[in-house]
C-alpha cells in the first residue's frame, strides 16, 4: 500500500470517514450501528498503524493511554483493541460483544453493566471500552490517525 498512492489515499479516506461518521455523534442511540463502524475504524487505523510501524515511524505517544503492563503507547493500545474485536466489518452490531464493549460521553467515572469501572476525563470527549482499556476518539485516534498520516506522506514523498 505505502508504494500505491491511489490505495493509500483511498484507506486514509477511508480511515476520515469512519473518524467523522454520524454513528459517534453524542446523540446517536446506543442500538445504532456504532459498535460496527468502531470495530471497522479500529481495523482501519491498526492497518495505518502498521504502515507508519514497517516505515519505522511508530506512533508511539502515551498521553492518556493507560500503561499498565498490557499496551506501552497508543499503537499497542490499538493493537490490543484490533485483537480482541470479532471479524465483523459485516455483522449485526447485535452480534458484537454488548458486554464488553463500551462507550462514554463527556467526563464522568461510573460501572457498566459488565462490571468494569471507567473514567472519562475530558467534557465534550468519546470514549470508547473494550474491558477495562479505554481510548478516546479525539484526543487518540484522530492524534494517532494525523501522526501515521504525516509519516506516511513524508515517507512516500521522499521515496517515490
Known sequence: MLNDT?????HLAQVHD???SPAFDRNSPDNGPWKTEFAQLISRVHSLLLLADLIDKRVDFRQGVGVN??????????NWMHDRMPAVSSEPAEQLPGNRLNRYFNAGTGRF???CLFTVEFDS???FFIDDQRIYLN???RRAVSEAEEAIQSHARHNL
Open 6 to 10: 491511489r490505495l493509500l489515499a483511498d
Open 18 to 20: 469512519l473518524v467523522d
Open 69 to 78: 503492563g498490557k499496551v506501552q503507547d497508543i499503537t499497542s493500545l490499538v
Open 113 to 115: 453493566a459488565n462490571g
Open 125 to 127: 470527549e468519546l470514549a
Open 139 to 141: 484526543r487518540q485516534i
